[in-house]
């Protein structure tokens, strides 16, 4: 077709020698949680290091944190033209379950226009696009790229990514940009080019009570001493009613609901309840405020949950322990214009006011980050949705994500930019799971969005 | 002293003679729950089948079982006389957290008058007194006893006893007697003889809750998958109110209240609820029903504890998920005429009337024993109360535990025996925990009890 770009016309003619390098990519085993893998974290950031070289970017270095290094390269000689960020990030969750994987998670392998590995998905093959689109943006255009770029692909995502923040803390003009580029995240479904405008901030909290000095038995103590497990239940158990309202006092003041056309927007979405019951949670029933829809509910509504309960016996079989102390994970989901320290202070006041007797309780703040919405009115967002949709031949749809990318919420602080969520995985790609597997025809056509995006922008 | 029994003028000029031999069995690391101390617990079963050949009983065997074996002895020809069936046992705990020790477990040291080494108080050094009563007696006694005695010593207590109670159910005439002589339980303070007359019964339940099929992200799915660690302190929170008392229909409904006169004798034992509360529990605040004192909450009240709730992410730091399955370990003491089976029933009612939306609930029974009382007008608990005296000089008090040994209530469901509970460990003799310490003098003021009661009963 004569109205191809001859960068999209190049990402064509190259389509299998990059699907062969993301696999080269996938081989290593750049697992960032265990130390054993550091050889393999270095590895991976020099390979991305390398293309980006050859591809033609300048400055190109790799730079260390005290975790694992990031990768850092740029391109600024489009004068007047803005400048884009490209994050991703080369590091991968560990394998476990392995016995469940089909075939060994860095041999990919391919199975029904699938490549499956881990970091298929998340987000090697993400991020991998971003690399492409450069390079045939860069071969074709004579050396130069349309916009000004950066790059940054960090190696601590899978472990909370503490190298990057305190660099933009400390270095945000080396960073400086108009618009984040981040493919970290999914479509609505197959076929349905989504943009994602909203993620839901975190506060992660562990609580400790401790009751007897020392483990008690409960056979002797039991109806004299303090138990914090039991306790620990008492107070969580008044965290949320029965319908799953969170009863915090003044949790909700500040929540902002979506607007009327972003809702009506979601209820254009492919999506069924029953089925997503039944095939994606697979319980008996959902869960959740009444009165608000499924992807209300996860997108817009702030929640609240425990992970699990540290303390006392938990092996099989019976001890009658009456521990000392224990703990609780819990973590609250936010939405604008909830702020994470001041949710913590209510948090943590609510906590420490039905504190049952004998128990004395610490709350701690874990981490957080705050929620995120991208205004839909602006050049980027309008640069990526008819680049998608040029590509699909579908309308970009905007959707939000119950999840939180803290990293997003940080361009926002020090770079004082927007993201533009661009994702290419599906609901069921399994990233972090067994099988986590990536969509080969999405690949090359998020080369193609990613292309045409930065033309849009450099139009 | 002239009116000194010749067994007991024995047991005062061997004294030395009988603690080296205990030091000797308390070095043997018979730990019941490790299988690489399968051999320390062979010789630990031979150590005490030597000891009672040694001292003339008869028919000493070391009885297999499916677990440890039990040694059995006995000497039957004190014809008209009662039969009396001492029991014990010789396996100990594991010593976790062995840093804690100041002296190795299994290297005996003495201090202070008292030994500390694993399983001096619990149980080596009290059923080593059984034997050595016995010796002292025989040895005085022209090669006969003043009563019938079966001996038992069994190397699974730690474990369960699973072994015993099989043993008890299918041979019980190998047992066949008129009162069980236990020695594997607390004075009530030093110096204060104590016969303990009634035990409260367990119930040890696991709820197992079950949310989403698989374990889920709280960022995507908070809002609408239900949260089985949650779904389980709600359901725990509705256990017992927040005074202590359990909520559970019917619970309450048999519990039978002790006779005012043992109510009053309580009132006369040393005890502070200050210094209780401040040096046995350290806990900011003592808990429990309103309107009872604290010996009347942990003797002859029932209670609920949860002990433990495995599943979900219990490591340090955070992790957001939404657990496809959680459990919990609970545990009821009963109290007479609370029925195990039908406390099971209740529970199991309620908990499976009030699971949360969403939740597949399972109550599983893990274990259960019936509460034990001992009638105190009978000539078992008058020669072992009289005996007590003798050798302290002081009346002897009647207790309760609120422990449970299963096998007293086995004693009584299968031999339809009593049992004379005649402990001389110490409430801080730190049974289970490191630095596991016996009184030495306890130690020599048991074996002659023990001599007194059974000659005793003898007469």
Redesign the interface.
């Known amino acids: 077709m004569s109205d191809l770009s001859p960068a999209v016309e190049f990402a064509r003619q190259n389509s299998r020698r990059f699907l062969d390098e993301l696999l080269d990519m996938l081989r290593i085993p750049s697992i960032s949680t265990l130390p054993e893998h550091k050889a393999d974290i270095e590895r991976a950031a020099r390979f991305v290091a390398e293309d980006l070289k050859r591809t033609g970017l300048e400055n190109v270095e790799i730079i260390p944190t005290d975790g694992h290094p990031m990768v850092y390269a740029d391109w600024l000689h489009a004068e007047g033209k803005p400048t884009v960020l490209c994050y991703g990030h080369y590091d991968v969750q560990p394998v476990d379950p392995v016995d469940e994987w089909e075939t060994p998670p860095f041999e990919p392998h391919i199975r029904n226009e699938n490549i499956y590995a881990r970091g298929s998905s998340d987000d090697k093959g993400q991020v991998f696009m971003h690399m492409k689109a450069l390079e045939a943006l860069m071969k074709t255009g004579g050396g130069g790229l349309p916009v000004n770029v950066r790059v940054i692909v960090e190696g601590e995502e899978e472990i909370g990514g503490e190298g990057i923040e305190k660099f933009l803390k400390e270095n945000a003009h080396r960073l400086a940009c108009d618009a984040a580029l981040v493919s970290d995240t999914h479509m609505f479904a197959p076929e349905t080019p989504s943009l994602t405008i909203g993620l ?1 901030g ?1 506060l ?1 909290a562990e609580l400790e009570a401790r ?4 483990d ?12 914090p ?2 306790a ?3 107070v ?3 965290l ?1 009613n ?1 319908e ?1 309202r969170v009863m915090i006092p003044g949790f909700y003041d500040s929540v902002k609901a979506p607007s009327d056309a972003e809702l009506a927007s979601w209820k254009t979405l492919p999506f069924d309840e029953e089925e ?1 019951r039944k095939e994606e ?9 009444p009165g608000y829809s ?1 992807l209300y ?2 997108w817009a ?1 702030p ?13 099989d ?7 000392a102390r224990g703990r609780a ?1 819990i ?1 609250m ?1 936010l939405v604008p214009d909830q702020d994470p320290d001041e949710i913590f202070r209510f948090f943590r006041n609510y906590v420490l006011s039905i504190v ?5 309780m610490e709350v701690r703040k ?2 957080a980050a705050p929620p995120v919405v991208v205004g839909t009115d602006n050049r980027f967002v309008r640069a990526a949705a008819d680049a998608m949709r040029g590509v699909y031949g579908k309308d970009t749809v905007m959707i939000r ?4 990318i803290p990293i997003v919420a940080a361009f926002g602080t020090h770079l004082k930019t927007p993201s533009i969520l661009m994702g290419f995985g599906l609901p069921d790609d399994g990233a ?2 067994p099988n986590e597997k990536f969509n080969i025809p999405n690949f090359h056509k998020g080369i193609e969005s990613v292309i045409g995006f930065l033309e849009n922008l450099g139009q």
């Open positions: 839901r975190i992660y009751g007897p000095r020392v008690r038995h409960s056979g002797s103590y039991g109806g004299a001493s303090p138990n497990i039991f620990l239940c008492q969580i158990a008044r949320k029965e799953g997503y949670v697979g319980s008996v029933e959902l869960t959740g405020e499924v509910r996860t509504r929640t609240l949950e425990v992970h699990g309960m540290p303390g006392g016996f938990t092996g079989g019976a001890k009658t322990v009456i521990p994970k973590s989901r049952p007797k004998g128990i004395r874990i981490h994500a119950g999840g939180s972090h799971g």
